[in-house]
């Protein structure tokens, strides 16, 4: 027989266990838990059985224990979580891929109907087609300004109508159709708000970046970095190599309107006083890079000839071995 507990070893024995697991797990997830049903919620914690834990709570009580346990600690990394504790919320602690979780996460979404005075989480939008209903039925459509028709003795909706903005709360009127009509528009699950991540908390938007978006993103970042650099000509890691071949360019150019010249400067004058040079030098490169090529083709072609005649020596070879035998006692 279990025994029970007064509210204050309760009280306790949660803060223990939201410390162990602050103590255990570096990764969490913030999720809000809106219109979650118990038998949902307990498919969920199965689901993530193994590598996370679900913990919900009373946010006044989270926000003690995480305040004293970062001052007990001395880690003020948790001091984050306390902003985030806001509203119907509760906490996933992971050592698992914070992105897969939160795919795992929303597998749990289930349907629900549209309650009165519940405020619409997207668009609700009646489709046209045979409704099923019979024509005493057509007072709640009335009501809503929805154009229908009477066909073969059930009534039928005639164009697409947007019944309930995103939003708005969901008066009595279409709570009832939607419900007469089978319709059950909205879906609830746990939905990801944050991620906390070794005292670093940012949007659940970033873990659906892919390694190709975060290499364009961090390019563009680089690249802003670079021009901004340049155009205040102040040195940075990114702009030192354009700010030396800048310079170098302008030194060359110096060299090419004065007398004053250098090994490589001259190359350049020289180019530049008997332009077929740089004709001639095109072919050069060309010409030594298409005999390279062919070059090696020959030295394949050589070594396939060189495994042929073996391959056809010891076939030979084995063939004499096997006319020995004919000439035994």
Known sequence: MAVKQTKTQKKVAYDQKLCKYLDLYNQILI??????????????????????VVLMGKNTMMKRSVRIHAEKTGNSGFLTLIPLLVGNVGLIFTKGDLKEIKEEVAKYKVGAPARVGLVAPIDVIVPPGNTGLDPSQTSFFQVLNIPTKINKGTVEIITPVELIKKGDKVGSSEAALLSKLGIRPFSYGLIVTSVYDNGSVFSPEILDLTEDELVEKFANGVSMATTLSLAVSYPTLAAAPHMIINGYKNVLAVSVETDYSYPLAQHVREYLKDPSKFTIAIAAVAESGGAAASKGVVETNKEDNNNNNKEEEADSDEDLDGMGGLFDD
């Open 31 to 52: 999720v809000n838990a809106d219109n979650v049903g118990s038998t949902q919620m307990q498919n969920i914690r199965k689901g993530l059985r193994g590598e996370s």
